[in-house]
């Protein structure tokens, strides 16, 4: 059966062929997307405009759009066993992952709506007793999500929420290999009441789908998770229509052990913070910077963790590991750890294509990768400094911080690092001298939807998550309001 897509508020088949999505664990066929192509497009954006400019949404109130969103955060969480395993199927991420991602979405969607409700606008200070000043916040209009492969249903609702909490309507573009979760949102948002036209779900190919959509007219805001390369496009396209844009791009985040740091909670972090989500994740803490006093007893430990990961079906309860997203990122994966060895670099775990069988796995028929460690390499090399968007870490030995700062800023890179020490106070200080959107100190990939996440240099532009981020689907205007009764005698 072929599955439709959501077009201004109905489940259409669109116009763009058929695509079939893939579950990356053993190749079998998830469904057969009836995706979108241009003329999709032009009816999704036609309808938004029209609808986000409808007075029954654009002027209604605060709360009765939270209602939506609280309404909508309810049946996420409702169905979540249901959505976790739809993602698994979509990108082969274990149910533990998934489950908790879409957790993460059920409160984004609630924290949201609270902010919608909250949102205060202002009187500026009066320097006049003629006027009074307000300053208030507008939608932009028709906003573009288009979103990664890597945690979907996340990614979806930290753009869907605010921007429709702010008077927007919204075109989702997912990544082509994993559509499902957002076709599955659209109908909870169906559920909860959304009027039409204010959301649209067009899966298909980016170089049409997307640019299509980057490039209307009418669209007012990109808000892009993804690429390096592909956000430079995009904000090439804004920047000729002067429209706002936020990036959330790559990262090649250092992760820092200082001398003397608790090594059994480093060790584990840093374990954590590469190899879950098989180290598909932009804020991977890919270069690890070791203190030569604890080098050999901190590795024997971090090794020992990761050749004992679990990496298996990611229906499976207990894995730690699923699958890569396709064959031709693991090829990638695999092509970047080969120039590691040419490199100079030694592979002290992993380093390979799992294959075989087992009672639960078949690793010939999917994606399966070793987690991999490779030390004997400098900062400067291909591998540390490019993405690699997989289970691979480099290990760096240290003596002198202000060298390993450098080190660590060398990059063009700037998403996120982690710092593990004992001694809150240079840990501290040592974080304020990281360019990096985001640090965590004796911990690592924790989040919260109430603080702003995004990057330096080359990992982004703008934030999204906070109060703030409702800000950034909005527009401000000022409104002079006069109060004298004496005319303007300017004329006379």
Known sequence: MVKPIYIAGEWKNGRGGLRATTFPADGSINADIATANADDVEEAVQAADKAWRDPSWRHRLPHERAAILYK????????ATTLAALQTRDNGKPLTETMALVMSAAGTARYFAAACETLDESLPSQRSHDYITASVYEPLGVVVAITPWNSPIASEMQKIAPALAAGNAVIVKPAEATPL???????????????????????????VVGEALARH????KIAFTGGTSTGRRLAGIAAEKLIPISLELGGKSPTIVLEDADIEMAARGVCYGIFSSAGQACIAGARLFVHHNIYEPFMARLLELTRGLRVGHPEQPGIHMGSLINMAHLESVAGFVERAGADGGTILCGGKRLTGKTETCDY?????????????????????????????????????????VAQANDSMFGLAAGIWTENFRRGWRLARTLDTGTVWLNTYKKFSVSAPFGGFKESGLGREKGRAGVREYMQQKSIYVGLSDEPNNWSA
């Open 72 to 79: 909508v955060a309810d049946l996420v969480a409702a169905r």
């Open 181 to 207: 979760a957002a076709l599955e949102l659209a109908r909870l948002f169906e559920e909860a009441g959304l009027p039409k036209g204010l959301l649209s779900v067009l899966p298909g190919r980016g170089s």
């Open 217 to 220: 007219p009418k669209v007012r």
């Open 364 to 404: 010939d028929a999917g994606c399966f990768y070793a987690p991999t460690i490779i030390s004997g390499l400098s900062n400067s090399s291909y591998v540390c400094q490019e993405e690699i968007f997989g289970p691979v870490l480099v290990v760096l030995p240290f003596d002198n911080e202000a060298d390993l």
